[in-house]
């Protein structure tokens, strides 16, 4: 895990493009929404407020359409516009909320977390993946953390995130492939791995062995520890992580001492859901 100045610029490219194949016969699908729906991503991904031009760079919408979905947005309260800026408002908050509130899994595995964190004094979180990202949606950080700039929804890219490598390897090969090809991978660090061969080895080694590190490829002086939760069905759910200092804990130390509390961890919320 990382501050969010490295992931909010490993973020300026994602998915938000619409599919060039809807089927004429797809009529229950809403492309109205599904470009409203990408014009609030597009925020996330410039991370700053947008101009029209930038609204309809990024999702690939014609300057017209991007336009409609902004002052729709804006009629409703999830947009503001100041001297042609645009900038989300406060409502477009309500839609995290939404299914932070509306999701069991988060509420059940935070208490697993906080017992986490307080016998290990250091930070642990439970995320999911989107598209080639890992989403946070539970987290217990300690006083002493080192990734004060991630939050519930906070994204990491998949491809060097010891939580997103756990469930990128969990995934086909091929699918795994092709998500860490989707966007640019960035050298975040003299010790970030970005190649994809190199990558889909280690996927293999984290398919073998159950659980994957990031060793300061988010940030130097950070380690971070992941291991995959699954349902009694054995789907996996998302993926349960612990971060500790370099100067705190030797890698060595992080898998004789962090990893049996992991799998405890994600052995009591498999019993549970």
């Known amino acids: 895990m990382a501050k969010s100045t490295h992931h909010n610029d490993v973020n300026t490219q994602q998915d938000t493009h619409l599919p060039k194949d809807r089927s004429n016969e797809d009529k229950e699908y809403v492309a109205g929404l599904e470009k409203g729906l990408s014009i609030i991503e597009a925020f996330g991904i410039k ?4 101009t029209l031009s930038e609204a309809a760079e990024i999702t690939g919408h014609s300057r017209a359409s991007a336009r409609r979905s902004l002052l729709t947005l804006q009629k409703l309260g999830y947009v ?6 645009f900038r989300l408002a406060p409502r477009v908050l309500r839609l995290g909320h939404a299914y932070l509130t509306s999701t069991a899994l988060a ?13 290990t004094n250091e930070s642990s979180s439970f995320a999911v993946l989107d598209g080639s990202d890992a ?15 991630l939050g519930l929804g906070s994204r990491l890219p998949a491809y060097c995130a010891a ?9 086909d090969p091929d699918e795994a ?29 984290v398919r073998r062995v159950g ?25 996996t759910i998302g993926s349960i992580s612990i971060v500790s200092s370099t100067s705190r804990r030797s890698l060595e130390n992080m898998i004789e001492n962090l990893l ?14």
């Open 135 to 149: 989403v946070f949606v539970a987290r217990a950080a300690t006083r002493r953390s080192l990734s004060n700039g």
């Open 211 to 235: 659980y994957a590190i990031s060793d300061e490829e988010l940030e130097l002086g950070v380690r971070s520890l992941a291991v995959p939760v699954r349902d009694q069905k054995g789907q």
């Open 80 to 85: 503001e516009c100041d001297d042609k800026l």
């Open 107 to 119: 509420r059940t595995i935070q208490p697993t977390l906080e017992a986490i964190s307080e016998r």
């Open 47 to 50: 991370n700053t407020p947008l």
């Open 177 to 205: 492939k092709t998500r860490l090809e989707r966007k640019p991978r960035q050298k975040l660090t003299p010790n970030t791995r970005i190649d994809i061969p190199t990558l889909m080895s280690y996927l293999n080694e």
């Open 260 to 273: 049996p509390e992991l799998e405890r961890a994600r052995w009591m919320v498999a019993s549970l859901i």
């Open 163 to 171: 939580t997103g490598r756990v469930l990128l390897a969990d995934l």
